[in-house]
């Protein structure tokens, strides 16, 4: 069976079919989820989120203008909500107040990570954690995702040269940390 | 000999690289050895991220997202169905009566020496709004006109209606999926 695309399920449901926005809510939940549960922090707050941003997207999908994928379009939605929840939470608002000067230096949580992996994967994807939350962001974003820097500019709302600075600068982090633990010659 | 930069490195990820300089990267790489650990070093940054296990969204998120969305589109539906058909019989029985009036005032002004508007309005409506008055506009072929008028509003609300259910039933048969 063929599989739709985006906008035909978004077509048909601005026809009246309604029913179709389910398809979109399976295709897009988990990667919206993992996007939330790394900004909330927590899995409950992340669920509620993830109910709030398909709802929106289903209120405003009349005004989806198709002028960029509806992936991009959708994980501005996200991102947003997870902003509101953050900031209605009187948290601190780390990630609005942030810039490219974020702490990217690891070392402080290396040894520990390091004792407590067991392999490679591990070791790296515990230091994504550590990274700044934006920093996390963009690297999911660009490798899980496959969004390009652009993209990623828009649902972020950060220019394309900091988006850019972004990402090198977490790359870089958890490159120079493999090369200090010779890692760099282990195959996945 | 030039040594390759961090910039280099990242610009050869990101594939900005012409043919050209890729040519030259790869032949500075051959005797730096610290930019080819970056490089594989990068590269297994790349395949473990790209690997990541998504975390799963919580069970039946679909249908308590699809539950909340048909509410919104029900209620969004249905009223406006019902105003369209209050209005639709308001405005044509209002066009069909100001009609038939304007038309029976015609008719009965040719019979009268010059009278104002109202005045015409006021005698026309002594004359017929009394019980023998009734029976003659019943009896009287403009009667048709008045009765055309509210067929009309008949048909218009009926479809209205017609609409009405039919985006009920859709309604009804979406929440089943």
């Known amino acids: 069976m063929k599989k739709l695309s985006d906008i035909e399920i978004i077509e048909s449901i601005n026809r009246g079919n309604s029913a179709d926005f389910s398809l979109l809510i399976d295709r897009y939940k988990d990667k919206a989820f993992s996007l939330l549960k790394r900004m909330l922090k927590n899995e409950m707050d992340a669920e509620e989120a993830l109910q709030d941003s398909f709802l929106k997207a289903y209120n405003s999908l009349k005004t989806f203008r198709q002028d960029s994928k509806f992936s991009t379009w959708f994980y501005r939605i996200v991102y947003n909500t997870a902003l509101t929840v953050i900031a209605s939470k009187k948290r601190k608002v780390e990630m609005e107040m942030s810039s490219i000067e974020d702490h990217y230096d690891l070392g402080e949580y290396d040894n520990q990570i390091y004792a407590e992996s067991e392999n490679v994967s591990q070791y790296v994807l515990k230091l994504v954690d550590q990274l700044p939350v934006k920093g996390a962001l963009v690297l999911i974003l660009f490798y899980v995702d496959s969004l390009s820097l652009n993209e990623i500019s828009k649902v972020m709302d950060l220019s394309l040269v900091n988006t850019k600075v972004i990402l090198h600068r977490s790359r870089n982090a958890l490159r120079d940390l493999l090369i200090k633990h010779n890692y760099q010659e282990e195959i996945l | ?177």
């Open chain 2, 1 to 177: 000999m030039k040594m390759i930069s961090d910039e280099m490195i990242n610009k050869y990820l990101d594939n900005e690289m012409s043919d050209e300089e890729i040519k030259d990267f790869n032949e500075m790489l051959k005797s730096d050895n610290l930019a080819l650990d970056k490089l594989k070093a990068a590269r297994l940054v790349e395949q473990t991220i790209t690997k990541v296990e998504l975390s799963e969204a919580p069970a039946f998120i679909t249908e308590k997202v699809m539950s909340r969305v048909n509410k919104t589109y029900s209620v969004a539906r249905q009223k406006p169905y019902f105003f369209y058909a209050m209005i639709s019989v308001f405005l044509v029985a209002m066009i069909g009566t100001i009609g038939a009036l304007a038309l029976l005032v015609k008719n009965n002004a040719g019979n009268e020496t010059e009278l104002s508007f109202l005045n015409k309005i006021g005698a026309f409506l002594n004359s017929h709004f009394s019980f023998s008055g009734v029976v003659s506009v019943l009896e009287s072929n403009n009667f048709l006109i008045l009765g055309t008028a509210l067929i009309a509003a008949l048909f218009i609300t009926a479809k209205f209606m017609v609409d009405s259910h039919k985006n009920f039933k859709h309604k009804f048969n979406g929440a089943g999926h």
